[in-house]
């Protein structure tokens, strides 16, 4: 069940279960900053471009890289599919910068999703600065990854090309996992199927205080293979509360 909670003047709507009092719903409030989004009746502005997101699809030497909803999925789903070839893939953002650290604003961001190949696929999911190559090297942001090469996924700071990375979990092929992290009072926490695994200080030297950031989204297969590799995303939420 759902129930409201008060922070700073707004009110967030939160999990009542005392084992996910950290997973955030919605926000409603004036100084409430968020991205919900259940991909559910999700606005297309073209073929493969969510209206107000910028896609970079990348197809070396051709082929059908693709950002679509999954047809007949209860409760909705995006599908970031690649081509053929190494490196295909979507490099999905919010037009627009909105998200701050430089005050100690809470924050929210979660995200349920899987991949076909986890070992085979870089997954990003997060808030990060502008940037059409999020796999390729960004450089500043707060969020998930799954490494094409490992297939952990992990919490990763980053301040100005330099990370902190904090491995969370392995991840299984065709698997759901709910990756979330909550920031207050100077700490951010990070759950795992909802279980705390890690916090990071926001006093750690990668903790991206000096940039505006958006919501992002990236898969990138690390292979060529026939048919492509697929990261399915159930919901993805970014909500922050822009006072202190």
Request: charge should be negative; include cysteine.
């Amino acid at each position: 069940m759902a129930t409201f909670q008060e922070i700073n003047g707004n009110y967030v709507i939160r999990d009542s279960d005392l084992g996910l009092t950290h997973r955030w719903y919605d926000a409603v409030g004036p100084n409430v900053c968020k991205m919900v989004e259940d991909f559910v009746d999700t606005p297309f502005s073209a073929a493969d471009q969510l209206a107000g997101w910028l896609n970079t699809e990348v197809d070396v030497g051709g082929g059908d890289t693709t950002a679509t909803l999954v047809a007949g999925s209860v409760g909705g789903e995006l599908a970031l599919k690649s081509a053929e070839n190494e490196s295909d893939g979507n490099n999905v953002q919010l037009l627009g910068e909105a998200f701050y650290f430089a005050d100690k604003y809470p924050t929210y961001i979660g995200a349920k999703f899987r991949s076909n190949d986890v070992d085979q696929t870089e997954v990003v999911l997060g808030l990060c600065i502008s940037d059409t190559d999020l796999a390729g090297g960004m450089t500043d942001g707060l969020y998930f990854r799954v490494l094409d090469t490992i297939g952990t996924l992990q919490l990763v700071a980053e301040k100005n090309s330099a990370e902190t990375i904090i491995g969370l979990a392995t991840l299984s092929d065709d698997v759901y996992v709910t990756a979330e992290m909550l920031y207050t009072d100077g700490v951010v926490k990070a759950y795992i199927n909802g279980v705390q695994v890690a916090q990071l200080a926001d006093s750690d030297p990668n903790f991206p205080d000096d940039e505006y950031l958006t919501p992002s989204m990236a898969s990138v297969a690390g292979e060529a293979v026939v048919g492509g590799n697929t990261t399915t995303i159930d919901w993805f939420r970014c909500i922050q509360i822009q006072t202190v």
